[in-house]
């Protein structure tokens, strides 16, 4: 799983994502940059907002292999966001939840 992996990595640091040619529901940011804090969580916080992107899926973007995925988020009619990112030189299509909100 993709915060296993980074908590391997390290445990003490934040990690900071940036999130490109994204889509989603109308009005969703093309680019963002967010932050996860160090626990085993996939919920990253919006830089400069106070919107929450919880990532759902992640597909390696080489390979087609699925990193993770939690099951039946997809059944909850929750519109999604899909990503970009580059974890460690890997390419990935993240897809979450972007939760409402604007600047803090």
Not at 37 to 48: I, L, M, N, R, Y
Request: aromatic share 10%.
């Amino acid at each position: 799983m993709l915060e296993t992996t980074v908590n391997k990595i390290n445990l003490k640091k934040w990690l900071h994502m940036h999130f490109t040619a994204c889509q989603g529901a109308p009005g969703t940011p093309n680019n963002f940059e967010a932050t996860k804090p160090p626990t085993e969580t996939t919920a990253f916080h919006v830089t400069g907002s106070n919107q929450i992107f919880e990532l759902k899926r992640a597909v390696n973007k080489i390979s087609g292999d699925v990193l993770f995925e939690i099951k039946g988020f997809n059944h909850a009619n929750m519109p999604t966001v899909s990503c970009d990112i580059d974890f460690f030189g890997t390419p990935y299509r993240v897809t979450g939840i972007l939760t409402p909100g604007g600047p803090h």
